[in-house]
C-alpha cells in the first residue's frame, strides 16, 4: 500500500508560479513510476506529467510542455510539479499518482495509488 500527499496549491495570478509536491510513504520501493494529473469543474481528470522511478524519462502534455517541470527526489520520496507561467486554464484539482506497473503513462489506469488532490486556482 502506497500512500500519497500534496501540497502546495493555492491562489495565484496569471503569469505567476506555483510548486506543488507528492511525498509518498509506504511501499515505495515497488513504485516505477509517478504522474500528475488533474481535474477541472465539469470536466475528465487529465494527464499533465510523468516520470519515470529514475528520473530520466519524463513526459508532458501539450498544454503544458515548457511550462511545467516535473522531477522526482527518490531519497525523499517526492516528486515535485514546477509550474510557471500559470493560465487560468490551468485552474484544477491537481493530483498526484504512483505506478507500480509501468515506468512512464498518460495512462489514468496504469497508477494504482493516488493522492486526495490539492487545489490551484488561477485569477486573470
Known amino acids: 500500500q502506497v500512500r500519497l500527499v500534496e501540497s502546495g496549491g493555492g491562489l495565484v495570478q496569471a503569469g505567476d508560479s506555483l510548486r506543488l509536491s507528492c511525498t509518498a510513504s509506504?511501499?515505495?520501493?515497488?513504485?516505477?513510476?509517478r504522474g500528475w494529473f488533474r481535474q477541472a469543474p465539469g470536466k475528465d481528470r487529465e494527464f499533465v506529467a510523468s516520470?519515470?522511478?529514475?528520473?530520466?524519462?519524463?513526459d508532458y502534455a501539450d498544454s503544458v510542455k515548457g511550462r511545467f517541470t516535473i522531477s522526482i527526489d527518490n531519497a525523499r520520496n517526492t516528486v515535485d510539479l514546477q509550474m510557471n507561467s500559470l493560465k487560468p486554464e490551468d485552474t484544477a484539482d491537481y493530483f498526484c499518482?504512483?505506478?507500480?506497473?509501468?515506468?512512464?503513462?498518460?495512462?489514468?489506469?496504469?497508477?494504482?495509488?493516488w493522492g486526495q488532490g490539492t487545489q490551484v486556482t488561477v485569477s486573470r
Open positions: 516520470i519515470a522511478r529514475s528520473g530520466l524519462s519524463v
Open positions: 499518482a504512483a505506478s507500480d506497473g509501468v515506468g512512464l503513462t498518460r495512462n489514468i489506469g496504469g497508477y494504482n495509488s
Open positions: 509506504g511501499r515505495t520501493s515497488g513504485i516505477r513510476g
